[in-house]
């Protein structure tokens, strides 16, 4: 599972990149797809050693590459959320609230919450999703979520440099978010347990 | 020894740039700089954030300038990644960094503690 949690990931990014570079032109810096890309580019390197990890090790590898590997406020950011996660996993709690875990890691690192145009404007609709059991329920949210950062104002990152010139793009971090939750459910719906 | 001074640009330019201005400033005081991605492209990296930290650690602490959010948060990873001993004499100045540091560099350089460099740097900067 964590090997093809990784592949599926990697290849949404890297079919992705593009995307996210384009999106973040717009808006921000326009490196977002080129840094994560990075960074998952190194993940799936180290997919075999990071695969023969206990769930909770595994995840804090995953975050520690993603932390020195991206390279931008993103690196920092999803790998807050996985180490976020790690140590909630760590401690033996259910998915869910390893996810909130992650969220809440996101949150402090960003020093943000929902409403700023941000990853974060996805992931805690998720998050708050999953923990009610509604898991039917969360590619539909993220699509969704996704969405409604487009007509936001940006108060925080990079786009909030550009104020009102923000509204009318989707903001690439929950663009990205969205595509890693999609991803991540291809995986868990197939029930590929390797 | 005084406090520690570090710059974090996203762009190695800058923070070379600012290194010196700094310098004609504040003279011989501990510092440090690093800018841009691992690669040398534009951006922040935590192993050199780190690294530029610990190259000035000492007791007195050490006053970190950083230029834009990404710089910001992977230097709050690898203040982090110090150790929590270490890392509590480590602070991050809310200020611009160009102003923050030559103002920070100079209350370093003339003996100032910690919290007076990060107060006049946020005051002034």
Known sequence: MIASLIERCHAT????????TELDRAI???DHGINLERGFDVLLA?????????????????GKVLVSKVGGASGALYGSFLLGMAKAAEEGVDVAS???????????RGKSDVGAKTMLDVLVPVSEAL????AGDLRRIADEAREATGPMKATRGRASFLGERSIGHCDPGATSARLL???VLDVIEQGDAR | MSVGVVLVSHSPLIAEGLAQMVRQMAGDIALAFTGGDAGGGLGSDTEKIKTAIEEVWNEDGVAVFVDLGGAEMNTDVAIELLGAERAAKVRIAAAPIVEGAVIGATVAFTGGTLEEVIAEAEAYG
């Open chain 1, 98 to 108: 390893q996810v909130e875990a992650g969220v809440a890691a996101v949150r402090k």
């Open chain 1, 13 to 20: 990014i890297a079919g992705h990149a593009e995307v996210l």
């Open chain 1, 131 to 134: 923990a009610e059991g509604r």
């Open chain 1, 181 to 183: 939750i999609h991803a």
């Open chain 1, 28 to 30: 921000g810096d326009g």
């Open chain 1, 46 to 62: 180290e997919k075999d050693a990071i695969a023969e990890l206990p769930w909770p090790k595994a995840l804090q590898e995953a």
